[in-house]
């Protein structure tokens, strides 16, 4: 049986789609139905029931899947540590957003450098880092949304607090008025953001308010460590993951406006693709970040 078959059948498998397949196989959708139908036809069984959207295995489908998937990863794995083995550093590409890999992710990982791992980081929002992730071009992501489909498979790694905040200037301003809402909040400051749909401060207003912020960004700079300096240095409010800036809250550099009894919170998830963390140094350094994450 042709391993190109099997290798498009396992992918159509884990996507659940023809058209997310080739999109990961880099193959038009008509080779990877024409590669399916190729095999079925070897096999004399159908392998997928196809719906309005995507496709469903038949238990025929189901099965071959699971008894080929691990020989076809257990192939990516002997080609890359072969790959590997010239310089004896087997590499791990992770990606996820900026702040997160620099901040809590890349010093968390440190260790196993000594133990022979390499690392190469990119950063993204989540729909690019699962993407990337999706067509091979990551090894380990993180990200704020969980993936859906059989492809990917995540796992909680933390939950991140939200605060609002502004310089001791504009706090002193506002006084008690921080309390009477949201819209008047931003009535009078302007907004500090990483993107004109103001995602942090909708999110932090949606939950705490109940309500949509009525304005629009006064900074917008896509990451969080420029958000934070900005509105240190006075330009306005923003809402930052307390990590971020608990520093400066402890330094009086940022002033937080409201301490709400539930505050907003954002959960991270650590994907993979399905299957991969039979290869080991995935599997290590997946673990070692969930280890790392009970004190964050």
Not at 55 to 79: F, K
Not at 128 to 138: D, K, M, S
Not at 196 to 213: G, Q
Request: contains cysteine.
């Amino acid at each position: 049986m042709d391993l190109a078959l099997l290798r498009t059948f396992v992918t159509v498998h884990r996507a659940g789609s023809f058209t997310r397949a080739a999109a990961l196989l880099g193959l038009s959708q008509p080779a990877v139905t024409g590669q399916i139908r190729t095999l079925e036809k070897q096999l004399g069984r159908p392998l997928f029931l196809r719906q309005a959207r995507g496709v469903t295995p038949t238990t025929i489908g189901d099965e071959l899947a699971h008894r080929a998937a691990p020989h076809l990863d257990a192939l990516v794995e002997i080609t890359e540590t072969g790959l590997d083995e010239e310089s004896g550093v087997r590499t791990l590409h992770l990606a996820g957003p900026p702040e997160f890999v620099s901040l809590r992710a890349l010093p968390a990982l440190t260790p196993l450098i000594s133990q022979g791992l390499g690392l190469r980081a990119s950063f993204g929002n989540a729909e690019e880092t699962l993407e990337g992730l999706a067509a091979g071009h990551h090894d380990l992501a993180i990200a704020a949304a969980r993936p859906r489909g059989e492809l990917l498979t995540a796992t909680p790694l933390c939950d991140e607090e939200h605060v609002l905040v502004a310089s001791p200037r504009w706090a002193a301003r506002l006084g008690p008025g921080v309390l009477r809402g949201g819209h008047v909040v931003l009535a009078q400051l302007p907004v500090v953001e990483v993107h004109e749909s103001l995602p942090f401060v909708s999110r932090y207003w949606a939950a705490v308010f109940d309500s949509r912020p009525a304005a629009a960004g006064a900074v917008i700079v896509p990451d969080l460590r420029a958000v934070l300096e900005t509105a240190a240095s006075g330009a306005g409010l923003a809402v930052l993951p307390r990590y971020l800036c608990e520093g400066e809250l402890r330094s009086g550099r940022l002033v937080a406006l409201l301490d709400p009894p539930v505050p907003p919170l954002r959960t991270y998830f650590l994907v993979v693709r399905t299957g991969t963390l039979a290869l080991p140094h995935i599997a290590r350094a997946h673990e070692w970040l969930l280890r790392a994450a009970v004190d964050w």
